[in-house]
Structures are given as C-alpha cells and as structure tokens.
C-alpha cells in the first residue's frame, strides 16, 4: 500500500514561510516524479512545483518560482517545500503526489498516481 503524508501547514502572516513535508511508504521516491500541488476553496487542484527521480530537474509554477524550493530526502524517504514570502493568495490545501514518469518534473495532474490528503496553509494579512 502507497500512502503520502503530508505535514507543517498551518497559520501564517504575510511574508512568513513555512516547509512543507511529505513522508512516503510503499514505494522508493527516488523511483517516482514528486510534485506539490494546492487547490483553494471553489478552485480547481493546481500545480505547485514538481522534481524528477534524484533531483536531476524541477519545475515550478510562475506563482511560486522564486519563492518556493522543492527537495527530496531519498534516506527519510521525504519530500519538502519551502515557501517563504508566503502571500494571502497561497492560502490553500496543499497536496503532495508521486509519479511514474520518473524522468520528469511534471505539472499535470493526470501524471501522477498516488495522492496525499493534503495540509492546510492560511496566510493571513
């Protein structure tokens, strides 16, 4: 059995960070594309920022880029994201995914196969 456990969301102001982790078990992150992304209240899952198998490319969306690192630890198994600067408009659930396509750093959703249940984060004003 796959699961992805996300965690370190939470309430924060504006133009504070916050890391994001995701621990994997049932399969090797270093076998899969990991990728972040986040849907708001009404809004459609978007993508975040993704990595390839051993970190070799990462893609990040133009929302974010600048902003936000994202990193695997293949020992612990864990993936991270590093906001900082964070904005009221990042409020959102973020979820962490893991793909087959190894090779990339994928922004689709539909390139990913196994889903976590997501941590909140809250920027306040």
């Known amino acids: 059995q796959v699961t992805l456990v996300e965690s370190g969301g939470g309430l924060v102001q504006t133009g504070g960070s916050l890391r994001l982790s995701c621990v994997v078990s049932?399969?090797?992150?270093?076998?899969?594309?990991m990728g972040w992304f986040r849907q708001a209240p009404g809004k459609e899952r978007e993508f975040v920022a993704a990595?390839?198998?051993?970190?070799?490319?990462?893609n990040y969306a133009d929302s974010v880029r600048g902003r936000s690192t994202i990193s695997t630890d293949n020992a612990k198994n864990t993936v991270y994201l590093q906001m900082n600067s964070l904005k009221p408009e990042d409020t959102a659930n973020y979820y962490c995914?893991?793909?087959?396509?190894?090779?990339?750093?994928?922004?689709?959703?539909?390139?990913?196969?196994?889903w976590g249940q997501g941590t909140r984060v809250t920027v306040s004003l």
């Open positions: 990595i390839a198998s051993y970190g070799i490319n990462t």
């Open positions: 049932g399969v090797f992150i270093s076998n899969y594309g």
């Open positions: 995914a893991a793909g087959r396509r190894r090779a990339d750093a994928s922004s689709k959703v539909t390139d990913y196969d196994y």
